[in-house]
């Protein structure tokens, strides 16, 4: 089993659609979980932090369930700037941070 | 700030060659990684540092060393290449203070191993 596992996609929407894209861990001893956003032959970069009350950025919101190990990120009205790779990340150190990235959840946003 | 600079972009080595892989910094952060990007997987860390003189194997170091003489520059050796190293190699930093849970990469450097 991979340690942390996202559907691959891609995930086709129409300017405005709202998508929805999961994540889980294998690891229930994970510190914390980060949304990265990579775009085409581009290094990664944080999108957001996940936190177990849940958070909102913009439109933006993140989701963290510890007892089922899973973490979700919806996008509201989508953009066309928005058609990248969602990688789910999870921090499995403590102290330092040793992050596992997933492979990525691909979205394209049409319009 | 250039936040994380690498170099070179791109390279194509032959099988038994080495190079070295240049990563710097300017935002005196202390930890610095070395991650490696298969097509359709996630990134693998490959070495991280805490600090100047401080490193350590991460989760696919065979094949590679790092040194870290100074807080800015972490790069990472090649020796003996082989086609099993063709990957996109990242570099990153992150704070030990502020904020602290936000890697920075740099752009990535491509290399091909014939």
């Known amino acids: 089993r991979k340690e942390v596992e996202q559907d691959p996609g891609p995930f086709n929407v129409p300017e405005g659609a709202t998508v929805a894209f999961n994540c889980t861990y294998s690891?229930?001893?994970?510190?914390?979980f980060f949304w990265y956003r990579q775009d085409c032959r581009k290094e990664p970069k944080l999108l957001m932090s996940?936190?177990?009350s849940g958070n909102e950025d913009g439109r933006f919101t993140a989701q963290l369930n510890r007892a089922s190990q899973y973490i979700s990120l919806l996008i509201r009205d989508s953009k066309l700037s928005d058609s990248a790779t969602y990688l789910c990340?999870?921090?499995?150190?403590?102290?330092?941070?040793?992050?596992?990235f997933g492979t990525g959840t691909r979205l394209l946003v049409s319009p | 700030n250039a936040g994380v600079t690498q170099t070179p972009k791109f390279r194509i080595l032959k099988i038994g060659q080495s190079m070295t892989l240049q990563c710097t910094q300017d935002?005196?952060?202390?930890?610095m990684y070395w991650y490696r990007q298969d097509p359709g997987m996630g990134l693998k860390l490959i070495y991280y540092s805490v600090g100047a003189g401080i490193t350590d194997k991460g989760e696919v170091p065979n094949g590679y060393n790092v040194s870290r003489s100074t807080t800015e520059d972490f790069p990472l050796r090649l020796e003996l290449a082989a086609p099993s190293q063709t990957s996109v190699y990242f570099c990153a930093s992150r704070p030990s203070r502020g904020r602290t849970d936000t890697q920075y990469f740099g752009p990535g450097t491509r290399l091909t191993v014939l």
């Open positions: 935002m005196n952060h202390n930890y």
């Open positions: 690891n229930s001893a994970s510190q914390s």
């Open positions: 990340v999870v921090n499995q150190g403590t102290g330092f941070q040793k992050l596992v």
């Open positions: 996940v936190y177990s």
